[in-house]
């Protein structure tokens, strides 16, 4: 069983930047593909970004240009630093780690941008 936990989420105001981290309780951090999901009320959970063992990234349409995704596998730590913010980014973030055949979640953190 891994554990995520997720930090920094908060209140922005728009065109502002937040950086997000999840920090996973495992040792072989280094072999999940960690994403970085979105909810927003009403809407389904979309994929944000994600980043494999080899440092791959992938990214929404609607983040290209503005999100970067890191990892350090030294700290079990995913990042996500999220620049020009909009008030359609506003969501609960949720982190993921998958491997083959499992797969875990965060419980989230709220961002909220708003002037």
């Known amino acids: 069983q891994v554990q995520l936990v997720e930090s920094g989420g908060g209140l922005v105001q728009p065109g502002g930047s937040l950086t997000l981290s999840c920090a996973a309780s495992t040792r072989i951090f280094a072999i999940y593909t960690m994403g970085w999901y979105r909810q927003a009320p009403g809407k389904q959970r979309e994929l944000v970004a994600s980043?494999?063992?080899?440092?791959?990234?992938r990214y929404g349409d609607s983040v290209k240009g503005r999100f970067t995704i890191s990892r350090d596998n030294a700290k079990t730590t995913v990042y996500l630093q999220m620049n020009s913010l909009k008030p359609e980014d506003t969501a609960s973030y949720y982190c993921?780690?998958?491997?083959?055949?499992?797969?875990?979640w965060g419980q989230g953190t709220q961002v909220t941008v708003s002037s």
């Open positions: 980043i494999t063992s080899r440092a791959t990234t």
């Open positions: 993921n780690a998958a491997t083959v055949g499992v797969q875990y």
